[in-house]
């Protein structure tokens, strides 16, 4: 082999040695041991959507993911830390390695399928048109000349933006608090959000105030991963589905929404 030879030989080397160190930390799939040797799970999560994602008294994150979250760290043994996240920055946040898992609310579909992967779900909710009473609204014919507000780049925006007719005046906001403030201050005729959103505006407006208009979608909602984590998403699945079989997911579900755990079928 010739000098020249050798020097390229062991520039490649060198390049692949670079190329390894860039992107060995994206190419090493994260585990329930690699977490467990950590001695932590990072757990992203909204704080904005009651009673899912909430704040405590204390101003410490609390729900029913909150309480998902807590049952998961248990079963592994790990202390578990709570990161909020907004519905803008929550897949960011997971695919930026800010956070391990992502328990905060978020609906399972084709397109945010692309860049995350799901558990099986953990939890549901109906998204629905909600606005003022007087204003009348029974379908997209409606939206027209009307001001619609929803949470940026949610569930709801994908759901009323596929049925609003061209022209209709959709408002999008940073998250569900933002949005259902639009409502109460009347920057907006009606919002879509969740029925649990819905139910606490109704708390704090006058009865019949608002209403129910349509329904716009029924979400699933699953724990997301980043791609590629076989193991670890298997380890997630299991412990869906073990505490679904054992009851605990119901007592939470009682706990929070005052209702049993639905009947949820894989992904």
Same mark, same amino acid.
């Given at each position: 082999m010739t000098s020249s030879t050798t020097r390229r030989t062991a520039l490649a080397a060198l390049g692949l040695g670079a190329a390894l160190a860039v992107f060995a930390p994206f190419a090493t799939a994260q585990s329930v041991a690699d977490i467990q040797k950590k001695g932590e799970l990072t757990v992203g999560m909204l704080v904005d959507f009651p009673p899912y994602g909430t704040t405590n008294a204390q101003n410490q994150?609390? /729900?029913? +993911?909150?309480? @998902?979250?807590? =049952?998961?760290?248990?079963?592994?043994?790990?202390?578990?830390?709570?990161v909020p996240v907004t519905g803008p920055n929550r897949i960011p946040f997971l695919l930026t390695n800010k956070v391990d898992l992502l328990v905060a609310?978020?609906?399972?579909?084709?397109?945010r399928a692309k860049q995350v992967d799901f558990s099986m779900p953990y939890a549901t909710a109906s998204v629905v048109l909600y606005g003022v009473s007087k204003t009348e609204i029974k379908g997209p014919a409606d939206f027209?000349?009307?001001? =619609?507000?929803?949470?940026? &780049?949610?569930?709801?925006?994908?759901?009323?933006? %596929?049925?609003?007719?061209?022209?209709?005046?959709?408002?999008?906001? +940073?998250?569900? &608090?933002?949005?259902?403030?639009? =409502?109460?201050? /009347?920057?907006? +005729?009606?919002?879509?959000?969740?029925?649990?959103? !819905?139910?606490?505006?109704?708390?704090? !407006?006058? %009865?019949?105030?608002?209403?129910q208009k349509? @329904?716009?979608?029924?979400?699933r909602m699953g724990i997301a991963l980043r791609p590629g984590q076989a193991g670890l998403k298997k380890a997630v699945d299991d412990?869906? &589905?073990?505490?679904? &079989?054992?009851?605990?997911?119901?007592?939470?579900?009682?706990?929070?929404? /005052?209702? +049993?755990?639905?009947?949820?079928?894989?992904?």
């Open positions: 994150p609390d /729900g029913y +993911d909150a309480d @998902v979250a807590r =049952l998961l760290a248990r079963d592994w043994g790990v202390k578990l830390t709570i609310s978020l609906a399972i579909s084709p397109e027209k000349n009307k001001r =619609l507000g929803v949470a940026r &780049a949610s569930t709801q925006d994908v759901a009323l933006t %596929a049925i609003a007719p061209e022209g209709t005046q959709i408002r999008r906001f +940073d998250d569900d &608090a933002t949005t259902m403030q639009a =409502l109460l201050s /009347g920057q907006v +005729d009606a919002i879509g959000c969740s029925t649990t959103v !819905a139910a606490q505006i109704a708390k704090r !407006a006058p %009865a019949n105030t608002y209403e349509l @329904v716009l979608t029924e979400q412990f869906v &589905a073990r505490h679904k &079989a054992n009851g605990e997911l119901n007592k939470l579900y009682q706990k929070w929404l /005052g209702t +049993d755990f639905p009947a949820l079928s894989g992904s």
